[in-house]
């Protein structure tokens, strides 16, 4: 069964460095998706993607914060210069249609 | 804004017996999405079940079922006969359009099912 990737599973960084997640979505999947999900806390939405380009987007989605669609398969999430509060499993999604969200396995990002 | 609640941070349960998680939503729309999500240790987000608000009959998914109840805003998941690979924290979450949806999650409920 198709399946949502994501790498790095974990990723260490210092502050104010620049860090990207990689995600692999399914394959046919039409709109994209970031949550993130701080330790302890709920599930938050960070932003969607869709033709190429962000349909919304939640106040946690800053000018620190971009995304990209860069070869037809990739969906990155690009942090400009990481704070310790972006520390977080962060959580890719695809969608094919009206239908569900399929999430990756996530990427924990932790900032030092 | 939408909002969800999950009035139970914590719940156990014997193996073999059934559990409800409890949720509650906050929406002006009329037609809408819900979902119930399980996060394992493993901490991949798995679809457990989904229901369409415009349905009247309550989605169902092998061991587990939901109760709908659209006026009280009510969506409850029943675990029936569980099983130790339910342990799990239990999301529920609400998505108003079906093409974007982006979602909004409750807290969650942290599960433990017991041997």
């Known amino acids: 069964e198709p399946e949502v990737t994501q790498t790095p599973s974990h990723q260490v960084t210092q502050m104010g460095q620049e860090v990207i997640l990689r995600c692999v979505p399914i394959?046919?999947?039409?709109?994209f998706y970031w949550y993130r999900q701080i330790l302890g806390q709920k599930v938050e939405f960070l932003v969607s993607f869709y033709n190429n380009e962000i349909s919304e987007k939640s106040e946690i989605f800053d000018d620190q914060f971009s995304v990209e669609r860069p070869d037809g398969s990739n969906f990155t999430l690009k942090i400009r210069s990481t704070k310790l509060e972006d520390s977080a499993m962060y959580f890719c999604?695809?969608?094919?249609?009206?239908?569900?969200?399929?999430f990756g396995p996530g990427t924990r990002l932790t900032v030092l | 804004a939408q909002t969800v609640t999950q009035s139970q941070p914590e719940m156990s349960v014997q193996e073999a017996e059934t559990v409800t998680l409890s949720c509650t939503y906050d929406?002006?729309?009329?037609?809408?999405?819900l979902f119930w999500y399980k996060q394992p240790p493993s901490r991949q987000m798995i679809l457990v079940i989904r229901q369409e608000a415009y349905k009247q009959q309550n989605a169902t998914e092998n061991r587990f079922s939901v109760n709908f109840q659209k006026a009280a805003k009510s969506f409850s998941l029943k675990i029936s006969d569980s099983q130790l690979g339910d342990t799990a924290m239990y999301f529920c979450?609400?998505?108003?359009?079906?093409?974007?949806?982006?979602?909004?999650f409750g807290p969650g409920t942290r599960l433990s099912v017991l041997p």
């Open positions: 979450a609400f998505a108003k359009q079906p093409f974007s949806q982006n979602f909004v």
């Open positions: 999604a695809s969608m094919k249609d009206s239908d569900t969200q399929y």
């Open positions: 394959s046919n999947h039409l709109y």
């Open positions: 929406t002006s729309e009329s037609n809408y999405y």
